[in-house]
């Protein structure tokens, strides 16, 4: 299964693609989409649309994982990545992929065993589940391959769920 996960924000939208094949994951793409402050918001989003439609259109994923809202301090913060997280959606519903919603606290479950897993500790992970080289270059394109393998874990769980149901 082809998974693709999405970390959004309005600066930094990170992207991950990820094979996922039994219990095996190997990362095929990675990336992170920058915006310009002093560009406007709907060009900031637009260019955010536009290289989320890119990618999906590239790579064809089978789903698309994206990191659910949680709860921000910072009003201004919330309301862009918000902003952004829209756009990922709307490119991810217009390319027609199904898509599922994490949880920060799922992907960090998921990921690193601990819902208190910081993100370094969350890029040691991602690195050494994929077999990477190297810890990603970004925060955000590591937090997006984390959701696609929340994805690509949950799905896995839910199989040996319904195995078990059918016995």
């Not at 991810?92 to 990921?111: D, G, Q």
């Not at 065993?113 to 370094?120: L, N, V």
């Amino acid at each position: 299964m082809r998974i693709m996960g999405i970390d959004p924000g309005l600066a930094h939208t990170g992207y991950g693609v990820i094979e996922y094949h039994g219990n095996q994951s190997r990362m095929l793409a990675m990336g992170e989409i920058v915006t310009r402050a002093d560009e406007s918001l709907a060009q900031r989003l637009q260019a955010i649309h536009h290289q989320l439609r890119e990618t999906i259109d590239l790579w064809k994923p089978e789903a698309v994982a994206v990191e659910s809202l949680f709860f921000c301090t910072n009003v201004r913060t919330a309301i862009a990545v918000a902003q952004a997280r829209g756009v990922a959606l709307l490119a991810t519903a217009t390319a027609n992929v199904p898509l599922f919603e994490y949880s920060p606290l799922e992907i960090k479950l998921a990921v690193a065993g601990s819902g208190k897993a910081r993100k370094e500790q969350m890029q040691k992970m991602v690195r050494a589940i994929l077999g990477l080289d190297h810890e990603p270059r970004t925060s955000h394109a590591a937090d997006a391959l984390a959701v696609a393998l929340c994805h690509a874990h949950s799905q896995r769980f839910k199989a040996v769920v319904e195995q078990s149901q059918k016995k």
